[in-house]
């Protein structure tokens, strides 16, 4: 039986230790749990031990060490805020195991040089789970671009839209400070941008960007009219707020995050129109790659609907590439719907030939159907994938590094050339 630790056990947990404790139950087993909260611990060993597997020990987040000594795992499965993943990344390499990483890799450039050390130190083997790579409408980019359908790809349009609904939770949580999450351009463009280069096949060497936070934020609120303002969304007294959750009527957000600000201190429900939001809500982006192809990229978190607009140009003709996504909010529904596909449309535009739509067959799950296909892949036994979906270390570098230098880009003023030395021999 392979042996899994899992640390951090908020919502994103759940895909793994549900994959584990079913689907791959017969290879696969839980050894430790990690978490600063307890509640939060008890929840995942109550789902855990509900589909038949053993209660599994829990350890505080200062006893991530002990769980390793005490525990044995072979790989480490690290789902905890962003700005910690490069520690427990790293600890869990040097005693030993093999990690799988929730995306981001890490938020900055310092904490990514930490981890590419700690692997070359160690021999260890990382892991990054970009479930967009697997859901078939992403791959059927890849394969048309590799099959050289449009010929040499020489410029990409991608503009993303989250909702206000989606959209709007980020600024509840604790990505709102960039400090703990790099900012939407490194927690959630990651995504993106690991798509473009997996598209691609290239790399991104130049970086330019702008951004602002325009829509959230009290002085926003305050522009616009508002005048009333709490500080979260549980017992306000304001009504009828198309902002506000209510956790303490959904079973799951109660028992992971209302339940457990005694031992966590954490809250999730705060409101988007406070004063302490540190990240923005519009972004634009400029990437050059080694292949002289110009991404153009946009994030929008305040828009009527969600999902993505794609623009492929290439010297052979163009590719055309719409998507609507279900809206969620995390950890307030099922998973099937976060990132399922509402609506899809690729449209193929030869140079000289008529303009024609390419079919694909969805799968049912969250993240567009790639969820399942990636938890075969990293927990079964997966056929040989030409793609090569399955993404290591330097994609997961590659992937927050245009975030990472954009973020720069934004804060100086002034272009940003990606260089991550110790990464040449990744």
Known sequence: MKRYAIVGTGSRAAM?????????????????????????????????TEKGHPPVPMYGYLDFEKMIDETRPETVIVVSTDRTHHDYIVRAMEKGCDVITEKPLTIDEKKARHILDAMKRTGRDLRVTFNYRYAPNNTKIRELIMDGVIGDVFSVHFEWLLDTKHGADYYRRWHRNKHNSGGLLVHKSTHHFDLVNFWLGAEPEQVFAFGE???????????????????????????????????????????????????????????????DISIEDTMGVIVKYNTNAILTYSLNSYMPWEGFNVSINGSKGRIEYKVIESSYVNAGGSRDDEGAVKSKAIHVFPMFDAPYAVDVEMKKGGHGGGDVVMLEDIFGSPAPDRFKRAAGVRDGVLSIMTGICANKAIASGMPQILQLENMKDV
Not at 18 to 25: E, G, P
Not at 41 to 46: D, E, P, R, S, V
């Open 16 to 48: 793994f230790y549900d994959a584990i404790t079913t689907t791959y139950k017969g290879t696969c087993t839980i050894v430790g749990l990690c978490d600063q909260s307890e509640t939060r611990m008890a929840f995942a060993n109550k789902n855990i």
């Open 213 to 275: 936070l325009n829509f959230y934020g009290r002085h926003n609120a305050e522009k616009r009219g508002m005048t009333e303002f709490t500080p979260r969304s549980h017992e306000s007294p304001i009504q009828d707020d198309p902002f506000a959750i209510d956790m303490a009527s959904n079973a799951t957000m109660k028992a992971l995050y209302l339940d457990a600000e005694r031992d966590s201190g954490y809250i999730r429900d705060r409101s988007v129109f406070a004063d």
